[in-house]
């Protein structure tokens, strides 16, 4: 099957610096992906989508300017946390859609805690 | 807004036992998918549903698309504690030029030995 990794799959920073996580697709090509955020013992939120080469799609609610998105490859998206606050800890997690069907396959998840 | 039901969303039943969890809503959808999820890792996809009426099976796993395509039920059959986690559905819509997956808030099964 599909295979999507994420980067790191964990990460403890401090309030106010800016953390960097990776979607890669490793055996396809995915011209879109799909982020989300997943608050304990909730299901999840879509953040954003992300098409390659292309400015990223945000939900309503979702500061744009706090949560970048770079799909700067068919096999790489990433999202930085701006400025992160303890609000921002939550468990963020990515989806890549093969092809031009409607299957997601979703990477296995980063853990964010801001301190 | 689309919205997905999901009942129900605890479940703790001994290892044996049969279960069904409900995925409703009042819209219609393209097709629906169901995932498991187990803690601190990303939604595996189980099945996929397009067709009203369809059923799938997985193993002891038996998944129904509704007619109407608006509702789907997962089946569980002799659950053994290798099922426990979180099962999700997610509904499909294409609107406009890409697809966006509508989750309902999960069903937490645990499966005691």
């Known amino acids: 099957g599909a295979v999507v990794s994420q980067h790191p799959s964990w990460v403890i920073c401090k309030s106010g610096t800016s953390v960097k996580i990776e979607c890669r697709s490793l055996?396809?090509?995915?011209?879109?992906m799909f982020w989300y955020r997943q608050f304990p013992k909730q299901s999840l939120m879509l953040m954003a989508t992300?098409?390659?080469?292309?400015?990223?799609?945000?939900e309503q609610g979702v500061e744009k300017d706090k949560f970048l998105i770079n799909h700067a490859s068919l096999t790489l998206s990433t999202l930085t946390v701006t400025s992160a606050h303890p609000e921002d800890s939550s468990f963020y997690i990515c989806?890549?859609?093969?092809?031009?069907?409607?299957?997601?396959?979703f990477g296995p998840g980063t853990r964010l805690t801001v301190t | 807004t689309q919205l997905l039901e999901q009942s129900p969303q605890f479940l703790s039943i001994q290892e044996g036992e049969n279960l069904t969890v409900y995925c409703n809503s009042s819209?219609?959808?393209?097709?629906l998918q169901w995932y498991r999820q187990e803690p601190g890792e990303g939604p595996v996809l189980l099945v996929t549903?397009?067709?009203?009426?369809e059923v799938k099976k997985l193993k002891r796993l038996t998944f129904q698309f509704g007619d109407a395509r608006k509702d789907s039920s997962l089946h569980i059959t002799a659950a053994q504690p290798g099922d426990t986690g979180l099962y999700l559905c997610?509904?499909?819509?294409?609107?406009?030029?890409?697809?966006?997956?509508?989750f309902g808030k999960g069903t937490k099964l645990s499966v005691k030995p």
């Open positions: 997610a509904g499909v819509n294409y609107g406009g030029s890409q697809g966006n997956l509508i």
């Open positions: 819209s219609v959808f393209s097709s």
């Open positions: 549903v397009v067709t009203g009426g």
């Open positions: 989806s890549a859609e093969r092809g031009a069907g409607y299957e997601q396959y």
């Open positions: 055996d396809f090509q995915a011209t879109t």
């Open positions: 992300s098409n390659e080469g292309s400015k990223a799609t945000y």
